[in-house]
């Protein structure tokens, strides 16, 4: 649309179709809603390109979440986090300006009077934006997301039009917002893992399930970084929380996107490994190890070698209750230190 657009589309139509997407989608991962919002106001407006930025405040940046993009109006990829720091926008340009001063909806009808735009994106799908649309979602009233719709023509808005992608937005922005009190009532700051309360209603839930059937078990694995306190000591609280970070992001690396990951306090993980058997989640924990033996993490220029002990309980074989296969693994953790650290122990009790 945006000019050249079909002249009788049924906006209230599109729109009453979106909310009862999101009222039937089961959307646990921010990103699938941000497909479902892209999708929608990129293929109606006909635009060449819809993209979810991330802003960081503290670097003047603008991270890719997501981006989809379209060549004659159909969808070239549907997600491409995997490269996402390929898409990072410096904000040090008229650019940066326009985001800080975002409270609403805002058209900007010819991209090339900005200096020093960030093309990359365009660049990668062999496009060239002409004009772009941008919303600002905000959470506690700091700017947390930027929507960007992206055109290869230049695009006059109508009334309409206008009406139409803000309701859009705006509808979105009320999940989004939710999601957000979602991650805050249940996901530690720091590490993105599951809180413990919410870890452990998970766990309980798990083990409902595996009461109805029997063919299946799961492991509960508990975690921790050896010599912690040394870390801190050595290189400060800050780097300690570095390394709390970067080993969660080690142990999601090494496990599977179904299994679920919290944090029980300070640098002590705990961690489901669904329909695995203790020998099996022994195989994960050395593959854990391999990992941060060879990946250090590198802080203010500094190489901090992490190790880590483990302990693991199967369902059933161990325990057939939560605090049961907490206190087992938690056993078998303190078995792995004693018996030299830098490794997984499996509960023998």
């Known amino acids: 649309m945006f000019g050249n657009g079909k002249k009788n589309t049924n906006y209230f139509s599109i729109l009453a179709d979106f909310i009862e997407n999101l009222r039937n989608s089961d959307l646990k991962e921010r990103n699938d809603l941000y497909f479902l919002l892209i999708s929608y106001a990129t293929e109606t407006t006909r635009g060449s390109r819809g993209t979810v930025y991330r802003f960081e405040p503290k670097h003047d940046l603008l991270v890719d979440e997501l981006t989809v993009a379209y060549k004659n109006h159909h969808p070239l990829t549907k997600d491409n986090r995997a490269l996402e720091s390929t898409y990072n926008i410096d904000l040090r340009s008229d650019f940066r300006a326009i985001v800080k001063r975002l409270q609403r909806m805002h058209f900007i009808p010819d991209v090339g009077k900005i200096s020093n735009l960030n093309t990359s994106i365009d660049d990668c799908y062999n496009q060239k934006s002409t004009s772009i649309l941008l919303f600002p979602i905000s959470y506690n009233e700091e700017l947390k997301l930027v929507f960007e719709l992206a055109y290869t023509d230049k695009k006059t808005i109508n009334d309409e039009e206008e009406q139409f992608l803000s309701l859009l937005l705006n509808f979105s922005s009320i999940m989004i917002h939710n ?12 590490t993105k893992a599951y809180g413990l309360h919410f870890f452990n209603r998970l766990l309980d839930e798990l083990i409902k399930d595996m009461e109805r059937n029997k063919t299946t078990t799961f492991c509960l694995c508990m975690l921790d970084i050896d010599d912690f306190k040394n870390i801190n000591d050595q290189y400060g609280h800050l780097a300690g929380d570095e390394a ?7 142990i999601r690396y090494c496990s ?7 944090r029980y306090g300070g640098d002590e993980f705990c961690l489901i490994l669904k329909n695995t058997t203790a020998e099996l989640a022994l195989t994960m924990i050395k593959r854990l190890n ?21 302990g693991i309980a199967q ?9 049961t296969l907490f206190k087992n693994a938690d056993s078998a953790l303190y078995g792995s230190k004693r018996l030299g650290k830098n490794r997984g122990e499996i509960y023998n009790g």
């Open 256 to 262: 599977r996107e179904n299994d679920i990951l919290g």
């Open 179 to 190: 999601n957000f009190l979602f991650d805050w009532a249940t996901t530690d700051s720091l």
């Open 290 to 310: 391999e990992r941060l033996a060879k990946a250090p993490l590198l802080y203010e220029g500094k190489t901090i070698f992490l190790t880590s002990s483990s």
């Open 244 to 250: 709390i970070r970067y080993f969660a992001d080690q």
């Open 315 to 323: 369902f059933r074989l161990h325990g057939l209750d939560r605090e």
